[in-house]
Structure formats: structure tokens, C-alpha cells
């Protein structure tokens, strides 16, 4: 069989890896992939937003099958063209992808449906959101309605910093047309819970639960960033947090979807507020989380592309999907600076006995050598029976891999084992 994955990030590099461990599999293409993914696939400069340059490549390639990862396409209709080429998909269509794609879309299904979340307002004219906020309790949280690279949510603890927000987004456009709307929305407080899930559109089945580490400093501190390292499972995703999430979370989103004629197949990934009135949703992503992919898949058992196949088919139901009973932490190595600015083109060294666990996100092949070419440049992901050992052993091999300008958090998996 011929793959295809769209997308160039450690989350395709761990899916690349996974998927290869099926003997069926002949060749991957990754469009464009990464210098270290070029180790596990066939590299093809195509962009992934570069839908015309994705279907003009199938058309003259044998595909088998597509697995499509990153938000940007799916919103796009990435899925809905290459169906339309005859091939199938991991993945959803447009109509389901706005679940990530508009906040405002998926904050009115949540209350059509009554799904947990954060109260909220929307709005589409500044002086309105301003005039909101005059009385508004804080802290709060502002929300572009679209896309925004991840960087489009504020918490204000402030209702300066919340009035700020409203006129980087409204005003000043700073992520364009994802600015249109906004939603104003309720803070909550608890531990975080990453769940991504396997859905057809009928059956739901959640994978192990991750925790990720957005903020760039050690504690917590610093700027916000696409996350730093991920430990699973999460301890606050305790067995009675996991039956209220099916029963109230889960299983309605999934059936709330169908009723709105948006069936969803893919990876659904819940970002979930443990709050003291039970678990609540602060966002959902309509593909694989990055970096929880990188602690995830590791720890899945079953093999990757017979579930993604049994989804695209809608038969999760009859398909297995178990997970090892041990835990996995994942360490990024990014460059100094990130997610500002950062210096890159630094030569990478991975020694031989640690890269099967060494998942690249940002570099490029020069000359043959591996260097630098992102903020986030790779995960180095541990697995073993105890988080303890699981955080030792990533944080030993993470030490032996080297390039100019490195920078690591230091304590990832802390909270976890905190928390144990
Ligand atoms: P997002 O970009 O949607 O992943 O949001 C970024 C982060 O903002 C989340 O991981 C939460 O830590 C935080 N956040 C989002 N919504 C809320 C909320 N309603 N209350 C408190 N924190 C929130
Ligand atoms: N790590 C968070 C995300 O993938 O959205």
C-alpha cells in the first residue's frame, strides 16, 4: 500500500513512524514532511494549505490511502478533494473540521446540546465586546472565532488585558478574517485533561489522556506555545472523570454532530477542564493534539492504520483499540527564544541508540546534515511502567541529543507526578 500524510510536524513524524509498522505499507509520502521525517518517508515540497499542489500530486501518484493531520487542511476541504479523487481518508470533511475551524460554531453546539463549557457572548462588533466588558467578571478569556495558530486565545486577568485583546483581534486584524467574531467566555479553573478519540461519526473510542505543557518556562511561566512536552495518561483523568466525560462529553458531541448532518470522522481531540462541577470543554481540535501525538501513539498497542482504516469505514465498533498499560513522557528540544524569536540553522546530532525515540518537528536535510529550521525542533518521547521512569529516561536521552541554541523545559511531567 501507498500512503500519503499531509503535514510536517512531530505529530505526522510519530503518525509516519506508527503507520510503518504495518507490513502492508510500501511507501509514505509526507507532503512536505520535515529533514527528519525524510528518514521514515518520501519528502515532496508541497505545502500542506496547498490544496491544488496536494490533488495535482495524487493524480500522478498511486495513493491507497491519506491520512490528513494538520487543522489548516482539514478546515480547508483537504479531506472533501482527495474523496472526490477516489481516495480514502483519515481525516474529517470540511463540514466536521469546523468543530476547530469556528469557535463560535462549536460554543453553540455545546449549548444546543448541552455539552459542559464555559458561558460565553459573541460578538461581531468591537465597541459592543468593549461595552461588555465594562461589567464583565474577571478574569475572563477572549476568543477569535478562527484559526490563529494556536496564539488566538487570551486569559485575561485583567479588563485592560481583555479590552487589549478585543482590539488585537478586532481592530488591529492581527489574525485577519479569524478575527470577524469573537467569543467572550467564562473562566474556569482546574487541571487540564487532553482526550483525543478514534470516531466514525457513530462509535467513540477516547485514546490513553495526556497532559500537555503550553507555557515556554519551567512553573508554568513565560509565553504560551504549541507545548513543550506531554506526559500520559494524565492522573487527573481519574475512571469516574472518564465515565462522566463519555456520558456527558463524548457521546453527545458525537451525536450532536450527526444531528447537525456534520458527521465527524478522524481524530477528535476534547481540551477538558476538570472544574469542581465535573469536566467541561475549553476547546475541541479536529485532528491529532501536537504534542500529546508524540506520548499517545507510543502507547498504542493496536495497530494504527487498521484503526484509522475502520474509522474512514465507519466499523470502529467492531475494531480493537487497546492501549499498553505503561506511561510515556515526551520532552521538545526547541531553539532558545522560541516562541519569539530564535536563531535557526544549528547542526543536529541524534545518537543512533536514541532516535527511534526522537520524533523531528522543525529541521531541514542541508548538505546531507540535519539543522535546525523551527521554534519547536523535536520530541524525544520515553515509555515505561512508571511515570517516574518514563520522565528519567526522556529527560536522559533528551541530554544526548545536541544542536546550537537548544532549549528545554526542565520539568516536564512535574504537575503529573505532583499530582500521583
Ligand atoms: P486554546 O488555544 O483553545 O488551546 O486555549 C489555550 C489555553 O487557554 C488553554 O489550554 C487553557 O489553558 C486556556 N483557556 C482556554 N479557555 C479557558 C477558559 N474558559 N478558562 C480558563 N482557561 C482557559
Ligand atoms: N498541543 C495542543 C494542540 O495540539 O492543539
Redesign the pocket.
Known amino acids: 500500500m501507498n500512503l500519503l500524510v499531509v503535514g510536517g510536524g512531530g505529530r505526522e513524524h510519530t503518525i509516519i513512524k506508527k503507520l510503518k509498522e504495518n507490513p502492508a505499507v510500501e511507501k509514505i509520502y509526507a507532503l512536505p514532511g520535515n529533514g527528519g521525517i525524510a528518514q521514515d518517508a518520501e519528502c515532496v515540497n508541497i505545502k500542506a494549505t496547498d490544496l491544488e499542489g496536494i490533488v495535482n500530486f495524487t493524480r500522478g501518484t498511486k495513493i491507497d490511502y491519506a491520512v490528513v493531520a494538520p487543522d489548516d487542511p482539514l478546515v480547508l476541504g483537504c479531506v472533501d478533494l482527495l474523496e472526490a479523487e477516489g481516495i480514502p481518508c483519515f481525516g474529517p470533511r470540511k463540514n466536521a473540521a469546523i468543530i476547530e475551524g469556528s469557535k463560535v460554531f462549536s460554543k453553540d453546539l455545546m449549548k444546543k446540546y448541552g455539552i459542559p463549557t ?1 458561558a460565553y457572548e459573541v460578538f461581531t462588533d468591537p465597541a459592543d465586546a468593549l461595552t461588555y466588558l465594562e461589567t464583565a467578571p474577571i478574569p475572563t ?1 477572549v ?1 477569535a472565532d478562527g484559526l490563529a495558530l ?1 496564539k ?2 487570551t ?1 485575561a486577568m485583567t479588563r485592560e488585558e481583555a479590552c487589549g485583546a478585543v482590539r488585537e483581534i478586532m481592530e488591529d486584524r492581527k489574525f485577519g478574517k479569524s478575527g470577524d467574531r469573537i467569543v467572550i ?5 482546574g487541571p ?1 485533561v487532553s482526550v483525543l478519540s478514534f470516531t466514525d461519526g457513530t462509535t467513540v473510542k477516547p485514546m490513553v489522556s495526556s497532559m500537555d505543557h ?1 507555557r515556554a518556562g519551567d512553573g508554568d511561566t513565560g509565553p ?1 506555545t504549541g507545548g513543550m512536552g506531554t506526559v500520559a495518561p494524565n492522573p487527573y483523568y481519574t475512571k469516574e472523570v472518564a465515565d462522566a466525560c463519555m456520558e456527558t462529553i463524548f457521546l453527545p458531541t458525537i451525536r450532536a454532530m450527526k444531528a447537525e448532518g456534520r458527521e465527524f470522522r478522524g481524530c477528535l481531540y476534547f ?1 477538558l ?1 476538570i472544574t469542581k462541577d465535573g469536566p467541561k470543554v ?2 475541541y481540535n479536529c485532528r491529532f493534539g501536537d504534542p500529546e501525538t508524540q506520548v499517545v501513539l507510543p502507547l498504542l498497542e493496536s495497530d494504527l492504520l487498521t484503526v484509522m482504516r475502520a474509522v474512514t469505514d465507519g466499523k470502529l465498533a467492531e475494531c480493537e483499540v487497546k492501549f499498553r498499560d505503561a506511561h510515556a513522557c515526551c520532552v521538545v528540544l526547541a531553539s532558545e527564544g522560541y516562541p519569539l524569536s530564535y536563531e535557526k540553522g544549528y547542526e543536529i546530532t541524534i545518537p543512533e541508540a536514541v532516535s527511534e525515540h526522537v520524533f523531528v518537528a522543525g529541521a531541514a536535510l542541508k548538505d546531507g546534515r540535519l539543522v535546525t529550521s523551527g521554534g519547536r525542533v523535536l520530541g524525544v518521547t520515553a515509555v515505561a511502567g512508571t511515570l517516574p521512569e518514563a520522565v528519567k529516561e526522556a529527560y536522559e536521552m533528551a541530554e544526548t541529543v545536541t544542536f546550537g541554541n537548544r532549549y528545554m523545559r526542565k520539568d516536564i511531567g512535574a504537575r503529573a507526578l505532583a499530582a500521583l
Open positions: 464555559a478569556v476568543k494556536g488566538g486565545v486569559v467566555e467564562e473562566y474556569l479553573e487540564e503550553k504560551n481540551g477542564m475549553i476547546e
